[in-house]
């Protein structure tokens, strides 16, 4: 394991690779898969901090993307729900899940949120709210994350007198 962080880090020195890495990690963080992308953000931008605007537009684009692959999955699991399970669990689900169809695509703003953000994704999917204005709130909830992140961790690094 030891060999794969070392492999990792050090493919991470080129500018080029570091933002594919970024990429990947963004997006498979995004579904229901429990990974991380901050670790490699913030590497990244330790290695490569002129890469500051263009890293956090990769991460939020393919963390954007993951969230769409759950609002997809959600898609399809409500119609292997509806054909597969007996109607008083879907109608339970239904009701458990009423305030987020109140609530519309702008609920997907909440999917930075850790835990319950990939899964909300997955929800709207199931709830068939609108593909687009889900996609529109989920990159602004997700780039104001990463935003808010780099920003702490630059003010974390001058505190300790590091450059940031």
């Not at 970024?22 to 579904?31: E, M, Q, Y």
């Not at 509806?82 to 109140?102: K, V």
């Not at 994350?145 to 690094?157: D, F, I, N, Q, S």
């Amino acid at each position: 394991m030891d060999d794969f962080f070392q492999t990792l880090l050090t493919t991470m020195t080129s500018p080029e690779s570091g933002l594919v890495i970024l990429f990947v990690s963004a997006t498979l963080a995004a579904t229901l898969l429990p990974l991380g992308s901050e670790p490699v953000l913030l590497a990244l931008l330790a290695f490569h901090p002129e890469l500051l605007w263009p890293a956090l537009a990769v991460a939020t684009v393919g963390n954007t993307l993951g969230g769409a692959i759950g609002w997809w999955m959600g898609w399809g699991a409500e119609k292997w729900v509806t054909h597969h399970l007996h109607q008083d669990h879907i109608t339970l689900h239904m009701r458990a899940l009423h305030w987020l169809e109140r609530l519309g695509p702008a609920a997907c703003l909440g999917a930075w949120l850790p835990i319950i953000g990939d899964p909300l994704c997955v929800v709207a999917g199931y709830l068939r709210l609108p593909f687009w204005p889900c996609l529109a709130y989920m990159a602004v909830g997700k780039a104001l994350r990463y935003g808010v992140l780099v920003w702490g961790w630059t003010g974390v690094l001058s505190l300790m007198g590091q450059p940031a």
